[in-house]
């Protein structure tokens, strides 16, 4: 390298390394919860192999075992918020090298919403602390902390952390101001779940669900608004418990020949307005990986229609219309 270039070399790695310490903090800062990971006797804390909430829902976690403990006769997997305490058993898998690790996964369910037979982990909103508790061959349980793993920064196709997609409640392992691991549950946020929509050769049907309703189903109604104004057609809604569906009224959505006009889904009550939008995934960008096609669909009275339903960045359904004319015209 040259000499008058190994200056600007050197401010360069310079300046990637003061961004990546900034990146690191950040990250830190984000994944840290404003409480303590033990009450007023802290246990030992032990750094597991593996921490991950995986697809919004499963928990996944790996343990090692002291070398110099004894091998154990059982042990399970503690969560705790307040005075509320949930366990799971952890299984005992022996290494190639003799040691030995402790690992569970288990589905983790929002305890408002999810039904209380079904299999996993049954928690409420507020912050779960973690507890390994290990018994010997002889009965005595020793209690063990788990420290807060490295949370990295990545910036790919999937999200970090996702809801998830049962009840749309957030599970996010999260680290105490002590370093010691965690998990925070958020409650489902008020919202018009997109689960698809049918684009058929004479209508486009929209199926969704309603999730941490605040109202009476019956005040909640549908319909399409018309980008850049305040025109709306109303649409009505056929509901089976949470979930309802509804077809597009796309001949009042037409403008003339060749004019396009792109109209936004929504539910309305009251003064509430919920977009119908896919948020319950793990994708980045739904725009770029939902995709769809175009469609000319025909209406009844043979009037014919360009249609293209698809996602918005933020996940929101949007339709474009744009009329051809008749299947004489055709």
């Known amino acids: 390298m040259s000499e008058s270039l190994l200056p600007y070399a050197v401010g360069a790695a310079k300046r990637a390394r003061t961004m990546a310490v900034r990146v690191r903090r950040k990250v830190e800062r984000m994944n840290t919860v404003p409480a303590l990971g033990t009450g007023v006797r802290p246990r030992p804390a032990v750094a597991p192999v593996h921490l991950s909430v995986l697809g919004g829902r499963t928990l996944n976690l790996a343990v090692p075992v002291s070398r110099h403990a004894s091998d154990p006769a059982a042990a399970r997997l503690e969560l705790t918020h307040g005075s509320r305490r949930v366990s799971v ?22 305890a408002e919403s999810d039904d209380d037979t079904a299999r996993g982990l049954l928690l409420s909103a507020g912050v779960w602390r973690f507890c390994v508790v290990v018994t010997d061959e002889g009965g005595r349980e020793t209690r063990v902390d788990l420290s807060a ?19 749309g409640a957030v599970f996010r392992a999260v680290r105490s101001v002590d370093g010691r691991a965690m998990l925070k549950v958020t409650a489902p946020a008020h919202q018009a779940d997109l689960t698809g929509f049918d684009l058929r050769w004479d209508r486009v049907t929209v199926r969704g669900r309603l999730l941490a309703a605040r109202h009476p189903h019956e005040q909640y109604t549908a319909e399409v608004v018309r980008r850049g104004t305040s025109k709306s057609l109303p649409v009505g809604l056929d509901w089976d418990g949470d979930a ?4 597009l009224p796309l001949r009042n959505m037409a403008g003339g020949s060749g004019v396009q006009r792109t109209w936004d889904v929504q539910l309305r009550a009251g003064r509430t307005k919920l977009k119908v939008a ?29 249609v293209h339903a698809y996602l918005t960045p933020a996940g929101a359904l949007a339709v474009a219309c744009a009329a051809i004319g008749t299947n004489e015209d055709a």
Do not use: C, N, W
Not at 96 to 106: E, H, I, M, W
């Open 89 to 110: 058993d952890l299984d005992v898998e022996p290494q190639s090298a003799g040691s030995l690790l402790l690992t569970a996964t288990v589905p983790l369910r929002y």
């Open 149 to 167: 793993p490295a949370f990295t920064s990545v910036d790919g196709p999937m999200l970090p952390t996702s809801p998830s997609e049962s009840s």
């Open 278 to 306: 896919k948020r319950l995934t793990q994708v980045r960008h739904p725009k770029q990986v939902f995709r769809t096609p175009f469609r000319i669909i025909s209406l009844e009275d043979g009037f014919l229609m360009r």
């Open 244 to 247: 309802f569906t509804f077809d």
